[in-house]
Each structure stands twice: as C-alpha cells, then as structure tokens.
T-cell receptor
Framework: NAGVTQTPKFQVLKTGQSMTLQCAQDMNHEYMSWYRQDPGMGLRLIHYSVGAGITDQGEVPNGYNVSRSTTEDFPLRLLSAAPSQTSVYFC????????????FGQGTRLTVV | AQRVTQPEKLLSVFKGAPVELKCNYSYSGSPELFWYVQYSRQRLQLLLRHISRESIKGFTADLNKGETSFHLKKPFAQEEDSAMYYCALKSGETGGSYIPTFGRGTSLIVHP
C-alpha cells in the first residue's frame, strides 16, 4: 500500500500565484486533514474533512481552500500565495474514532518568494 | 479550547542518559493522548498512545490527569532516538470529530 501520498515534494511560487497541493490515501480512511509545520509553531491544522463532501476549517484556514469529492483525495488550494505561506505542509488521514492513528504524507516544502 | 504545550524546543542529552520530554494539555474532558515522532527525512509516525500503556522503543508515557501531563520518558537514551517529537491530543472538540491537535514539538538530540 502507498499510504498517504503528497505531491509535489517541493514547490517555489511567486507572490500572488495559485496552486494546488495534492493528497491521496489508499486506506479508505474517513478523516483527512492538512497541517502546516513552521519552526517553533509545531503542526497547525489548516482544514480537515470527516468524509466525502464534508470539510471544515481548522486553526489557520485563511488563504487556503479544500474540497473532498472522493474518499481518497483531499487537495489543498492556495488561492493567492503570500510569503507567510512559506512552510512545510503535511496531509494526514485516519479512521474515525478516538484512538485511531493518523498516517502522514511525506510533506510538501513550499517557498513563496 | 484544547491546547497542547511542549515547553522545550530542544533537548540535548548524552547517550545513556535519561530522557523526559514534557507535554501538558488543557482540556476539561477525558483526552486521548499520543506521541508522534519524526526522524530525519522521514514522515511523522505514531510512537505510542496512552490507552495502550505500552513501551515502544524503550519509551513510556503516563497520563497524569491531576497535572494534565503526558510526559514521554526513556531511561537510557540512544543516538537513534534523535528526532522531533510531537505530543498530540484528540478530544472531539474539532467539529465533534477526533482530529488531533499537536504541540509545537521538541527536538531531541542524543550525543555519542
């Protein structure tokens, strides 16, 4: 099994450009989420989804959009990139429930210049 | 709102020394707590969860509800333990679902 796959691994954007970070999982997990990882800030939740067609905002949603049309895919869209969005982005998925383990993608390192 | 605090950004020890990575949480209900680890150039992965009460790679963590803590401990650190460690909490607060909230992480460096 591939687990959680994120593409691309690296990306450089110019301020104002838009792009989509892809995330796919093949474990039939209900839950999927996006985090950003910044030095000294840990992992902060951007958006999450508890099933196909259902999404909600996390702690830092501004400037990002998501959709969940299938169980497998959960893309993250940057609408108009800003230098403050320079970060490492992680996608995670899990089964629903209190004790389930979150499985992570390998991360996307995004630089906005 | 739920919150996870890891007070140390960096913890530096010598091989064979005891290690304690601190984690405190704020949540009024019964939390589900986890430790995740990220080794260099690898993805985050689960290390242990408090419900399991198990030792993984020599690490243990005990939930102390009175002190709202879930510190990660290992009696004798090894060089291969060098990694970033994240404490995580699930509470059902995130829209009624169990999406984990993470602390800011502690970088553990074990010197030879």
């Amino acid at each position: 099994n591939a687990g959680v796959t994120q593409t691309p691994k690296f990306q450089v954007l110019k301020t104002g450009q838009s792009m989509t970070l892809q995330c796919a999982q093949d474990m039939n997990h209900e839950y999927m989420s996006w985090y950003r990882q910044d030095p000294g800030m840990g992992l902060r939740l951007i958006h999450y989804s508890v099933g196909a067609g259902i999404t909600d905002q996390g702690e830092v949603p501004n400037g990002y959009n998501v959709s969940r049309s299938t169980t497998e895919d959960f893309p993250l869209r940057l609408l108009s990139a800003a230098p403050s969005q320079t970060s490492v982005y992680f996608c995670a998925s899990s089964y629903s429930g209190r004790w389930t383990e979150a499985f992570f993608g390998q991360g996307t390192r995004l630089t906005v210049v | 709102a739920q919150r996870v605090t890891q007070p140390e950004k960096l913890l530096s020890v010598f091989k064979g020394a005891p290690v304690e990575l601190k984690c405190n949480y704020s949540y009024s209900g019964s939390p589900e707590l986890f430790w995740y680890v990220q080794y260099s150039r690898q993805r985050l992965q689960l290390l242990l969860r408090h419900i399991s009460r198990e030792s993984i790679k020599g690490f243990t963590a005990d939930l102390n509800k009175g002190e709202t803590s879930f510190h990660l401990k290992k009696p004798f650190a090894q060089e291969e333990d060098s990694a970033m460690y994240y404490c995580a909490l699930k509470s059902g607060e995130t829209g009624g679902s169990y999406i984990p909230t993470f602390g800011r992480g502690t970088s553990l460096i074990v010197h030879p």
